[in-house]
């Protein structure tokens, strides 16, 4: 394969926007409209609402703890088979949550396995394209995760229509049909090699340096706190609504609703949109494109510790106090808190692009920092 000198900020690279932003959408989509499958749950089951919300929980912890397998396979066979086969698990488990006879069956169905496929989904193709664009990684970044906005809006009102002509099992019947488009995006994924890849080392040298690289830990960091709070409204906004007696449907769709809670979850939904494309365009700019796989998989597996926990903690705030209002308040703490971690980043406060590319600073840091060992470490 003949390695490219830079990104090619275009050409298939569109492609691989277009595969993101379905994929984007089939994976997050889902999960953030995931508040629809819990009063179902909970009624179906007759469980605590503490116990129902790990589903969700364990599937983001397994999709984010898995990403580094994801990213290590898919640097030695590539983003394209990787993707396929995470699609495959993420229907499989879908289908296999809709003959559930209890919330262990559907921790496994749902939480393990489609957790595991969109472990092997998310991480390689968002780092695959990453590597296709430099100038334009943002608004590159910005298009494909718009399929995360759009599906959380359209989803959430479209699952509600299916439970109430379907059921539950019937609606998980048909989220795995969706799921399974993920094999198509899978398929429009093009490996890219640069010429700075060699220079780079194996998955195991990229590990070594990126540990003792201080901007990229405290980021992780960052990340990790704002993600425990991040999806507590998506998960608990439906049930919260329901708790004051709203109808599902309408609650779904936010219709009828004060308007100061409109603006409020329009606020947070263009806020929290804005915030994942950011996230992921920079995370290059500290680790440089040729880590990229290595960087991006260990950052979600760090995450899923705030993943697995939101979840639980807000119910268990709930059944504590008999309400949601606990529970929103301390997803917005932990919020507050990564956002305050990020501001300890270099050139946080500086409004202009540095004169140093990105890669020669992190190359320059880490070389100087960690001596690679040379044994087993080269070709991984």
């Known amino acids: 394969m003949v390695r490219r000198a830079e990104p090619p900020d275009g050409g298939w690279g569109w492609m691989v926007v277009l595969s993101a932003f379905f994929q984007s959408a089939l994976v997050f989509g889902v ?37 580094p397998v994801g990213s290590a396979l898919s640097t030695r066979f590539g983003p394209r088979p990787v993707v396929m086969a995470g699609g495959i698990l993420a229907a499989l488990g879908m289908l296999l949550a809709s003959f559930a006879t209890s919330l262990t069956h559907l921790y496994l169905s749902i939480g393990l396995l489609s957790g595991s496929g969109w472990a092997l989904t998310f991480t390689p193709t968002l780092a695959c394209l990453s590597r296709y664009f430099s100038r334009l990684r943002s608004l590159a970044m910005g298009l494909a995760l718009t399929g995360v906005g759009l599906s959380s809006f359209a ?7 299916l439970l109430s002509h379907y059921a539950w099992r019937g609606t998980l019947l048909l ?41 990229f830990l405290r980021y992780t960091v960052a990340l990790t706190l704002i993600n425990t709070g991040y999806f507590i409204p ?7 609504l329901q708790d004051l007696h ?41 680790v440089g494109t040729g880590r990229i796989y290595c960087g991006l998989g260990l950052v979600q597996m760090v995450e899923s510790i705030g993943g697995l926990l939101g979840s639980p ?21 932990f919020l507050l808190a990564g956002s305050g971690v990020l501001i300890t980043l270099p050139h946080f406060f500086c409004f202009s692009a540095p004169t140093s590319k990105p890669q020669d600073l992190v ?15 080269g070709e991984d």
Not at 33 to 59: H, K, L, P, T, Y
Not at 234 to 240: E, G, M, T
Not at 365 to 377: H, I, M, N, Y
Request: hydrophobic share 55%.
């Open 31 to 67: 999960l953030r409209s995931f508040s629809i499958f819990f009063v179902e749950f909970v009624a179906a089951f007759d469980e605590q609402a503490a116990r129902v919300s790990w589903i969700a929980s364990i599937g983001i912890a397994v999709q984010q703890f898995g990403s």
């Open 313 to 333: 903690l807000s119910d268990y705030l709930r059944d504590v106090t008999g309400n949601y209002t606990a529970s929103f308040v301390v997803a917005g703490a």
């Open 234 to 240: 998506y998960v608990h906004l439906v049930a919260h």
């Open 175 to 215: 989220v795995s049909a969706l799921s399974l488009h993920l094999v198509a995006c899978g398929a429009l994924l093009r490996p890219l090699s640069l010429t700075e890849d060699p220079a780079m080392g194996g998955p195991g040298a990229q590990l070594a340096s990126l540990l003792h690289h201080g901007p």
């Open 155 to 161: 989803f959430a009102p479209l699952f509600q229509w």
């Open 246 to 286: 709203w109808d599902p449907l309408p609650a779904a769709f936010l219709l009828s609703a004060p308007t100061a809670l409109v603006a409020l979850a329009v606020a947070y939904g263009f806020t929290s949109g804005a915030l994942t494309p950011v996230a992921f365009s920079m995370l290059p700019e500290l």
């Open 363 to 377: 190359t320059e840091a880490l070389d100087t920092k960690v001596p690679v060992p040379k044994e087993g470490l």
